[in-house]
């Protein structure tokens, strides 16, 4: 089949540079296109598929593997501006997407019907709690069904044995390493039972048809003459295998992809795939894209001498394109109270110069670090908006945690009385609701009365968990605890433990690390009641994911975590909390035992900044306890070459 052209036939040579060029117009056999950030990654593969077309590969025996199905659709847009419709044919989309069509077609080979049901979010929490509820005798104290769903799937993704992550993490989950393996059993055989698949079976099922089934093997090894993968140091070890096997007869894979930005080892990714690539494909042809569209020279060279501490690694050095502009700044500051203010002067100062909201991003290592910076934009009423979830009064575990403040304070607050109290194991709805009609419709907590009354009211299972709340708030009244301090007692006595049930460990981690900011910043109030008096008028943040980009307010400042920036780019961006221990993260290393990853984060912070990069570095930190310990700003600042940034010590508007 001749592909139809809607415009003549194309010099590459003219419209890509020539790293770029020799990525596209690749003779066949395997290919490493390693595409450094800013470098035209996107627009080399779309003009790699126009090359294949033009040559005459016909459109349906390519597939494209991208990591989001708006990735794929934007691609075969671009490609189809350069040769017409016919790309529409391609085989793309994400590897669950491709799974998906695999085993519609052929998933009789592994007993499923083609109409197999995939489970969705909720669908699959619903099974799990029912497997849950028939194989553990005491469900109040066993990890709930959004942890074993993670755990599940945390397996099936690195290719590990169920037994031997509940085994690693048995510890942080507190239960019987069996008992989980059990349930998981369940879970699985009931899926089988009922022709169903859950997102991580798509895979795994994907992969397995391929393996155990000769037929569809050489079926899809011969129709598939090209393979294109993009973000390939992205892929897990199932990944890995489906494009080694689907590309073992033709041998025309092109892996495009960066191992300096290799950051989501946490939820699968192996970077072990993109480094051992030519080891797998000996004779790969390697090609280097390095000249860089997007940053000022200055803001390359910080780049550069960051990642150059990774040892193990496929060398290459961003080259600029653009002007010579300024240097990166590095401020070193007070405490985070100054980085805040700090941060917000500077940002008054870039819209002095004539950018927008919009052209500048925050960024940090882990969302608790921007909570005092949320509640700084508020209070200055600069728009915003968290591009890496919810802003942190919106979150669920920070409006637990002020449901018990307002109990504190709030005789009368019916919200806030539901909410703690239904925290509680086994007290529902309706059992909240009718021990708030007992208690005349309100509930204070300064009244040991009313407090005894509600114990008494609660069934055993509840009634524990309720003393040790209700000794924080006799503490609260009687001896003056402090907020931060009762919200301190809270978290050991009782939240901590509710985290860890409700949540998988990481997660779990991480809201608690939130909880602990809060109090830290609550401790800067007047009072609790003036605290609590604030936080609506802190709440209006808006939030957005950062893939719906069209919905967001048309002029904000983005907050982001590094991980959610990856592939996102700005004039100007600021990166907080550049700390020892913070960024890099002490538990990344500790649980790593190396410095690899976070490196290869700083160095994707660092890559999406455009026009100005402004590093900060605060020498204090203030604990929940009220004490404070030093800061060193983070070792790859400390690390650079001098002269490469400003260095300012404090910060003053001027």
Known sequence: MTPEFVMDRIDFSKVLNPEQCAAATAPDGPLLALAAAGTGKTRTLVYRVAYLTEQGIPPDNLLLLTFTNRAAREMLERAKQLVGDSVGTIWSGTFHHVCNRFLRRFGSHLGYRPDFTILDRDDARSLMDQCIGATVTNKKDFPKKDVLLSLVGMAANKTLDVAELAEEQADALNADPKLIVSVAARYADQKREMGAMDFDDLLVNGLRLLEESDYVRRLYQQKFRHILVDEYQDTNLLQARMVDILAEQSRNVMAVGDDFQCIYSWRGANFKNIMEFPKRWPDCRIVKLEQNYRSAPEILQVANACIKGNPEQFQKELRATRPSRHKP???????????????????????????????????????????????????????????????????????????FLRMCEYPHDKMAFMRL????????????????????????????????????????????????????FAAYHDEHLTGTDAVRRFVEVFYHSYLVKEYDPENAKTREEDVNELAVQMGKSGSVTAFLEEVPLLSGVDQADHRQADELPPDAVRLSTVHQAKGLEWPIVFVIWAVEGMFPSNRSIDESEDDSEERRLFYVAVTRAKDELVLCAPSIRFARDGGCFPCKPSRFIKELPKGLVTERYGFRRY
């Open 329 to 403: 700044q590095f401020y070193l500051l007070r405490d985070g109270d100054e980085q805040a203010y700090a941060v917000l002067g500077l940002i008054e100062r870039y819209l002095d110069e004539g950018y927008s909201l919009k052209d500048m991003a925050v960024l940090y290592r882990a969302h608790f670090h921007s909570i005092e910076l949320q509640m700084a934009l508020a209070r200055r009423h600069i728009p915003c908006v968290i591009t890496s979830g919810v802003g942190i009064f919106e979150q669920a575990h920070t409006k637990d945690v002020l449901a």
């Open 421 to 472: 109290v239904g925290l509680l194991r086994g007290v529902g709805e309706k059992t909240v609701a009718s021990y708030w009609e007992k208690l005349g419709g309100q509930f204070n907590s300064r009244n040991a009365e009313q407090r005894e009354a509600l114990c008494g009211m609660m069934r055993p299972a509840a009634r524990g968990q309720w003393q040790e709340i209700d000794r924080i």
